[in-house]
């Protein structure tokens, strides 16, 4: 089996759209192209053509370079939600559907994952995970259409997956994010550790995307709803006790929300 790579295309401010291609192989699956420009450059510079496009949820800044890259790839079959203002979905997909991923190697299933937006997905690969604005690397996305039970309960399904998963999200968002996650767990090392390698990265141009769930679930706080530290952080904010994973992830969605982006 030729190994699958997946290379991150930056675009506007701090999206990532991610491209993944089989070695040797000169076709290619794109994730989320809010802006066709980027992807456009990368596979002429390459000789590489478009086979498929996936699609997380319908905000343009993910969606925006569909319609040109359907114009330069007419074959390109595009895959996204239902439900949402994608453009040019030819095969709308749900949870637990599998795609067949060809030119790359096997099959690529299908989550929902709601919250963010109403019908937000994610795909699995292997052991990567494209999600989106679902799940961001120490942190999640605001809720726009969807609510924050859906949310919630789209974040503690994604934190069941193996520890080796890989999270590809959609935004370089991870120093801010991390920067709340020690007003929540100001005593959580393995925050200040994450922070100071992250910085690192950042400093030399790299991306801190992928991160493994593994580490998320040592430091976001969002997929830490169960750990008393978060819980009483929480509780303070919300001047209230709080039941629950839901009530503890409405409280530090809203205290990011208000206090800190």
Same mark, same amino acid.
């Given at each position: ?6 290379? +991150? ?27 066709? *420009?980027?992807?456009?450059? =990368? ?7 478009? %086979? ?6 319908? #905000? ?42 060809? +030119? ?11 919250? #963010?937006?109403?019908? #937000?997905?994610? =795909? ?37 997956? +193996?520890?080796? *998963?890989?999270? =590809?999200?959609?935004?370089?968002? *991870? ?62 904010? %919300? ?5 629950? #994973? ?16």
């Amino acid at each position: 089996m030729s190994m699958l790579r997946i290379h +991150p295309l930056p675009a506007f401010e701090d999206n990532y759209i991610w491209v993944l291609r089989q070695e040797g192989v000169d076709a290619c699956v794109v994730v989320d192209p809010g802006d066709e *420009t980027p992807v456009i450059d =990368y596979l002429q510079a390459r000789g590489l053509a478009l %086979a498929a496009i996936l699609i997380t949820h319908g #905000h343009g800044d993910h969606t925006g370079g569909v319609r040109e890259l359907k114009r330069q790839w007419p074959t390109a079959v595009v895959c996204g939600p239902g439900g949402e203002p994608v453009p040019v979905v030819e095969r709308t997909v749900a949870e637990g559907n599998e795609i067949d991923m060809a +030119p790359l190697e096997g099959a690529c299933r299908v989550m929902e994952v709601p919250g #963010h937006t109403r019908g #937000h997905l994610a =795909y699995r690969l292997g052991d990567a995970l494209f999600c989106g604005d679902t799940l961001f690397a120490g942190g999640c996305g605001r809720v726009f259409s969807g609510t924050h039970e859906q949310l919630s309960d789209s974040l503690r399904r994604i934190a069941a997956l +193996p520890p080796q *998963t890989l999270v =590809y999200c959609a935004h370089e968002y *991870t120093l801010a994010n991390l920067g709340f996650a020690r007003w929540v767990e100001p005593d959580n090392p393995a925050i200040r550790v994450r922070q100071k390698a992250e910085e690192e990265k950042r400093q030399q141009g790299l991306p801190t995307v992928p991160s493994s769930l593994a580490l998320e679930l040592e430091t976001n706080p969002f997929l830490r709803t169960g750990e008393a530290a978060v819980i009483a952080a929480a509780e303070k904010w %919300a001047g209230r006790s709080l039941q629950g #994973h839901r009530e503890v992830f409405r409280a530090l969605r809203e205290w990011k929300d208000r206090d800190y982006d």
